[in-house]
């Protein structure tokens, strides 16, 4: 059950059902639904700043290192420099080199897309919603298999730590 440990998964559960429903529009494919999948997590930030001044940040995945501590050698095929639908891309995160291709595209709005990487699979999906303050952004990653197991029993927040710096570096980006 995703990054809870057996006493807590009562409270988990809850949690993951709330975190699930706060990326309501999502589409998850089959066994990468939060409550199914062996690995969740969700964050979110608010930048004051509209959607549509984050998504050209958020899609420029060429620039991610140039601001993202946890993005090295990222590569689009076909030497693009920004995600579009369908985009296939590589890069390294976490240390270890994950294979990307774009499932979901709804300029300023959803992102969303299938990674893969020896022993383990994820769907990393992005959902921004306009404010009256800015641009409300959550960040909702689903991941399977044996190093998914392993991060959840050695490292339970790694991806959770990882993703809000991740936000609060695109934060700073953005309102800078």
Not at 41 to 50: G, K
Not at 108 to 118: H, M, N, S, T, V
Not at 127 to 141: F, I, N, Q, S, Y
């Amino acid at each position: 059950m995703n990054r809870c440990r057996a006493p807590l998964a009562a409270a988990c559960a809850v949690l993951v059902a709330a975190c699930a429903a706060e990326s309501a529009g999502a589409r998850w494919p089959a066994t990468f639904a939060p409550g199914e999948a062996e690995l969740f997590s969700h964050n979110e930030v608010v930048i004051a700043a509209p959607c549509e001044r984050v998504w050209p940040v958020l899609v420029s995945a060429s620039a991610w290192p140039a601001w993202y501590s946890n993005a090295h050698d990222v590569t689009l095929a076909g030497a693009e420099s920004e995600l579009r639908a369908g985009s296939d891309f590589t890069w390294t995160t976490f240390g270890i080199v994950v294979h990307s291709e774009v499932r979901e595209f709804v300029p300023a709005r959803r992102l969303a897309w299938f990674g893969r990487a020896p022993a383990i699979t994820a769907y990393h999906a992005w959902t921004l919603r306009p404010l009256a303050a800015g641009c409300h952004v959550v960040t909702d990653e689903t991941n399977n298999g044996p190093q998914a197991v392993a991060l959840r029993r050695d490292k339970p927040d790694a991806i959770h730590d990882g993703h809000a710096q991740w936000l609060a570096q695109l934060k700073a980006r953005v309102e800078r």
